[in-house]
């Protein structure tokens, strides 16, 4: 099991990943919002064990930019701040759980442990598959014949988006809400940019696309 700590605090997060480590899990680790929410999304941890207090941008904000993305992975909030109001922030921001400081390192790792397992026994993240492709929703990765393939976030969104309506028309302001949270990095052309890269992965030489597109309405993942 993969976790992602963000923690600011260099001897606390060297401490915690000593630790967790020694109990059998992976650790990777950053130390601000900025770096933490590029690892969040391009390192596919399996839980998230987040500090609320960071340099860049807190941890509620980062909370909320992952959640906005789309990104279900699970967020344990680590933090001094231990009133009610504080955990409600953290839960309404999208945390899974909270755990006040200072706390034992052995329930930091059976709450982390706790929250993976749920999320990888979750029907509503079970994996779809397109053909010999494995898409798995809880580990954010698509698989060919058990070999991950390298594609890049946006490119596995639309693909997970399309399979999970596979047979149906996805309009095209479904699909620019789903890869594109933040309205600045939307182009006029990003839609048609993302599906021509994702059909690269997925179409056989020489065969029809399994993408169909429909002029003035969208896309379609044929069945």
Partial sequence: MKVLLIEDSPVLRDSLVRGLTRLGLVVEQAHDGPSGLWAATEMQPDVIALDVMLPGFDG????????????????????ALAEIEDKLQGFEAGADDYLPKP???????????????????????APLEVGDLLIDRVRQEVRRQGQVLPMRRRERLLLELLASQRGCVVRRTTIEAKLYPDAKELQSNSVE???????????????????????????????
Wanted: proline share 4%; glycine share 6%.
């Fill in 60 to 79: 509620l904000e980062l909370l909320r930019r992952l959640r906005a993305q789309q990104v279900r992975t699970p967020v344990l909030m680590l933090s």
């Fill in 103 to 125: 706390f034992d390192l052995r329930e930091l790792a059976a709450r982390l442990r706790v929250l993976a397992a749920r999320q990888a026994a979750d029907p509503g993240v």
């Fill in 193 to 223: 940019a993302a599906v021509s890269q994702l059909r690269r992965w997925i179409d056989e030489p020489g065969q029809a696309s399994r993408i169909v597109t429909l002029r003035g309405e969208g896309y379609m993942l044929e069945r």
